[in-house]
Structure formats: structure tokens, C-alpha cells
């Protein structure tokens, strides 16, 4: 057989890039056979280097919720290339990206633009840190907050996937500062803050998590973050850089109406170009330098092409608001029927959504934590992996990511999906 251009490519790839890839989320290691090489993008569909079409779930790992390649998008940063790519000073645009964020986040009041999601979440924790005087950190198992050295413990998909077990590299004097506890434990959480409640600067958490697959939090579960992180003087940082404006306008924190102290953004707010952000109270925030002494910079933050693709990604949102009921309701839809398809064929599946994100787990118990997420069966999740690839649907390489539906997903995108997975779990019946 012809070898595809993508084969060749990475073949090249990996003389140059550790694993071919320059994150190890896009490796095919826990799936099989090679990444495709993209050659460009457009609306619900990816095209490959070997003119192969495919309707997209992944979504760049969340940012295009618009889909890719949106005129609109397209022209704030064609227009802001003309003007220059970054000065290293303010611009109008960082403002106006600032504005829209503070006024759709109740609980953010100040906010700093980063690069990247791990950019935030770091500099969030410092400045929890550099707030309370104090050094220990909470997170829960599997959610992931970027791969900053204190963050990268028991940090969900990507480690999972490749079954990494610790955190080579991380000093073990940090990993030590930073305790996990299972995700949706109520009754961990108010353990752990007996023993170190004043040893705490803050508890960070993905409040639906999406990176051991979506995980929504249990009834009550934030509700005694906010509770006893208050009481104890500890910063709670909601990590939205997924649900942020993935959800509805504004947090999945709108929705669930509890405000954490920081929040987390990325992702869409870049619209498809890097960016993070992190904000919350102006008290907080103002420890932040050069109003106060926690030190955070960065020469691109704040970056006029990014700042562009993010506003009129969030100005397209702030006019479609309403329209995040339909795009959920069509997710719904899409899982209910790939549920039944499941099911007539007899293969335990259980599937999570929270709005336009979900989770095919091949597993016959519900999914809470990840535990339940982890001994879900990655090897059939593979089989099922390569059938819809085969067939023009790319989902994510990996059993532990959330599937990504996007504003320009049509409905004959989802028909052909569903038939894809009709056609695939054929293949797979008695084959496992
Ligand atoms: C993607 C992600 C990050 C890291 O963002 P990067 O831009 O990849 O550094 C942090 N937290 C969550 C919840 C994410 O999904």
C-alpha cells in the first residue's frame, strides 16, 4: 500500500520533535497508527495533508467553538496584522477584551492576560500564594490546570493516557506542597481541611472537569468549596479554561452560581490564538505587580492578534447567547442517539456531557472521579477511535478528553457522525 504523506511526515517528525509531536496529547500512542498532518481548517471540518476530510471533535482541544476559520475571526486578525504584531506596550484591544470578560464574570473585577491556559493556573496559584503568606495547594485528581511543576500531580488525560505514573522532573519538595483528593469526595475535601486548613493558599478545581473526560461536579460538591475555603481564609480558583464561554456566556460559575475568589480562562478566549487569563477580586488582584509585590510578566501577554481573535470570538458569542441552549440541546440529542446505538448492540457505554462537551466511556458504571474515568476500557474506546476516523470523523487519540461540538457543526454533520458510529460498532460487535 501507498504510504500517506502523513506517514512520511511523521516519520520526519519524530527525528526532530520528542514523539513527533510538539504536545503529547496530539501522539496516536494509546490509539494506534500515526497523527494526520492538518493542512487547514474550516468551520465543523479539518483537511488532512493527504486531502482526507474529517468532521472535527476536537476543536484545537476546545478554543473553536465557532468552528474553524470564521470570517469574522478571520478579518479582526487580518485587520490587526496590518497594524503591527505585538509592541510590548497597551493597547485599546487588551482593554476591550478585559471589559467584555469582567462584565460577562460577575465574580472577576481585575484581570491579567497570559499566553496560556498553564500560564494562568500558575500565576494564579503564586498569586493565591504571595495573597494568604501560605504554601500548600489542593487540587483533585485528574483535573489539569497546565503543567506548571506544583500543578502536575495526578493531572488527568494527557498523563493518563500515557500512563506515566508520577511527575518526572518535578521537584519532590514542590509535589509535596500539593495534595490531591478524588474529585466529587465531599467528605475527603472536609478531612483534608480539618488537617491543613491553615496550612492552605488556595484549592484550584475544574468545576466540570474535562480532562479525564467530562466529569460533572456532584450536587453540593462546590457548594462546600466555597463553604469551608471561605471559612479557612483559602482562595478558591475555579480552572474555566475549558468552560469558559464553552458553557454558556460568560462560566460554567454563571450557571452553578458560586463565585470563586480567581478564575481561569483560555482557550475560547483566544480564539484559536494563544491566550490565557486570569481574574477575580480587585483585593486579590492588586497583589499582582506592579500594584503589589507578586511578581507575573510576560513579553507577548496581552498580544494585539490574540486580543483580536478573542474579541470578536467573544462579541460573536455576546450576540448568540441564547443560541448555547440549541447548540446543548443538539449535543443531547447527538449522545442520546449514539447511547442507543450502543445499546442495541449490547456494549456497556456510558456517556457524560455537560453542554456541547462529552465523554464516551466504555464502562458499565456511571463515572464520578477518575477512578470510575480510569477503569473505563481504553482499548475498546481505540477500536471505536479508528472506525470513526476510517470513516471521516476525528475525535480525540485518547479515551480521557472531552468530545468538542462546535456552533458550525450542521445537522448533517451530526447524521453522518451517527452513522459512522452505526457503521463502526458494527465492526466492533463480537470483535472484543
Ligand atoms: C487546556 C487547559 C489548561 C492549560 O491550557 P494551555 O493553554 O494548554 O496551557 C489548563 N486548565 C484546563 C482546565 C485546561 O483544559
Not at 482562595?235 to 481561569?264: H, K, M, S, Y
Not at 440549541?326 to 449514539?338: G, Q, Y
Not at 481505540?382 to 476525528?394: D, H, K, N, P, S
Request: charged share 20%; with cysteine; aromatic share 8%.
Amino acid at each position: 500500500m501507498m504510504r500517506s504523506r502523513s506517514e512520511d511526515l511523521f516519520e520526519t517528525a519524530e527525528k526532530l520533535l520528542p514523539g513527533g509531536v510538539n504536545s503529547p496529547v496530539r501522539a496516536f500512542r494509546s490509539v494506534g497508527g500515526i497523527p494526520r498532518f492538518i493542512d487547514r481548517a474550516s468551520g465543523s471540518r479539518i483537511f488532512d495533508v493527504d486531502g482526507r476530510e474529517y468532521i472535527d471533535y476536537v476543536g484545537s482541544w476546545g478554543p473553536m467553538i465557532l468552528g474553524h476559520a470564521h470570517p469574522q475571526v478571520q478579518e479582526a486578525i487580518r485587520k490587526a496584522v496590518e497594524r503591527g504584531t505585538s509592541y510590548g506596550a497597551p493597547t485599546v484591544q487588551e482593554i476591550a477584551l478585559a471589559k467584555t470578560i469582567i462584565d460577562a464574570f460577575p465574580s472577576i473585577e481585575k484581570i491579567r492576560m497570559v499566553s496560556s491556559g498553564t500560564e494562568a493556573a500558575m500565576s494564579a496559584i503564586r498569586l493565591a500564594r504571595g495573597y494568604t503568606g501560605r504554601e500548600k495547594i489542593l487540587k483533585f485528581e485528574g483535573c489539569y490546570h497546565g503543567h506548571a511543576d506544583s500543578l502536575l500531580v495526578k493531572a488527568g488525560s494527557g498523563i493518563a493516557t500515557l500512563g506515566i505514573p508520577g511527575s518526572p522532573g518535578v521537584p519532590a519538595c514542590l509535589a509535596e506542597l500539593t495534595i490531591t483528593l478524588p474529585y466529587n469526595s465531599t467528605e475527603a475535601f472536609r478531612a483534608a481541611l480539618d488537617r491543613h486548613g491553615k496550612e492552605l493558599a488556595c484549592v484550584i478545581v475544574e468545576p466540570v472537569a474535562g480532562n479525564m473526560g467530562v466529569v460533572e461536579p456532584a450536587p453540593g460538591f462546590l457548594e462546600t468549596l466555597r463553604e469551608l475555603t471561605r471559612q479557612h481564609g483559602i482562595v478558591l480558583i475555579f480552572d474555566e479554561v475549558i468552560t469558559g464561554f464553552r458553557l454558556a456566556f460568560g462560566g460554567f460559575q454563571n450557571l452553578c452560581g458560586i463565585e470563586p475568589d480567581l478564575t481561569c480562562l483560555g482557550k475560547i478566549i483566544g480564539g484559536g490564538l494563544p491566550v490565557g487569563a486570569f481574574g477575580g477580586s480587585q483585593a486579590i488582584m492588586d497583589c499582582l505587580a506592579p500594584a503589589g509585590p507578586v511578581y507575573q510578566a510576560g513579553t507577548l501577554s496581552g498580544n494585539p492578534l490574540a486580543m483580536a481573535a478573542g474579541l470578536a470570538t467573544l462579541e460573536i458569542l455576546g450576540s448568540r447567547r441564547d443560541d448555547y441552549a440549541a447548540l446543548n440541546h443538539r449535543t443531547e440529542e447527538l449522545c442520546n442517539a449514539i447511547q442507543r446505538l450502543f445499546g442495541a448492540a449490547d456494549i456497556p457505554l456510558r456517556i457524560n456531557r455537560a453542554g456541547s462537551l462529552f465523554t464516551l466511556f466504555f464502562s458499565d458504571h456511571d463515572v464520578v472521579n477518575y477512578e470510575t474515568a480510569s477503569s473505563s476500557n481504553a482499548d475498546r474506546y481505540a477500536v471505536f477511535f479508528r472506525g470513526m476516523l476510517e470513516r471521516g470523523i476525528y475525535l480525540a487519540p485518547s479515551a480521557f478528553e472531552a468530545a468538542f461540538v462546535s456552533f458550525a457543526h450542521s445537522d448533517e454533520d451530526l447524521e453522518k457522525t451517527l452513522q459512522a458510529c452505526a457503521e463502526t460498532i458494527e465492526t466492533m460487535k463480537g470483535g472484543l
